[in-house]
């Protein structure tokens, strides 16, 4: 049995610059086509013709393909020049679709990317829990505060209303009419 020790390149993509590729679409953090290719350092064409020979390996949770108007949200959101460019939407990939892309695409490189992507998305998903664990302290506080300072919120709000106009007379001087 052969057991090759392979150091893994982390350089060969830094983690700020695929993170920066993801993006949330239906709900799902995504990798476009497009974006993939480059880092594959292949064409978006040969990308998408290894996949469609590979489609059973790539079900929706996988890969799927942007709508128009999806495409077009996109393309607005971006500089992309009127008369070039793509003419189809997209394809997005999900995490486990990247994974997948290592057995279609077979080169060292596709391995070292494939890693750089995995690392990525593990990056992300931890920063979104720490997010949302924050968020969950804070509202804990919130609502530990707001019964123990519930008579100083309650002086705010009054100090908030806008007290009610009082009649009062005018000022200068006044004509009678009835004097003429």
């Known amino acids: 049995m052969v057991v090759r020790n392979k150091k893994i390149d982390s350089t060969i993509i830094p983690i700020e610059r695929v993170t920066r590729l993801i993006l949330p679409v239906r709900g799902d ?4 086509d497009e974006d993939l290719a480059q880092l594959y350092e292949v ?9 469609k020979r590979n489609l059973d390996r790539f079900p929706a949770d996988f890969m799927f ?8 949200l996109l393309r607005s959101q971006s500089v992309t020049s009127s008369w070039g460019g793509r003419r189809y939407p997209p394809y997005a990939f999900t995490e486990q679709g990247v994974a997948m892309l290592s057995s279609v695409l077979r080169s060292e490189r596709a391995v070292q990317v494939n890693i750089a992507i995995m690392r990525a998305f593990v990056q992300l ?3 979104i829990s720490s997010h949302a664990d924050l968020a969950r302290k804070l509202s804990a506080l919130e609502n530990k505060y707001d019964t123990q300072f519930k008579v100083v919120f309650e002086a705010i709000r009054e100090l908030m ?10 000022i200068g001087f006044v004509v009678n009419k009835e004097q003429k």
């Open 29 to 32: 953090k995504v990798i476009l």
């Open 43 to 51: 064409e978006t064409k040969v990308l998408v013709q290894a996949v």
């Open 65 to 72: 393909q942007l709508t128009q108007n999806e495409f077009d």
């Open 125 to 127: 998903r931890q920063i």
């Open 161 to 170: 209303i806008s007290p009610k106009p009082t009649k009062k007379k005018p």
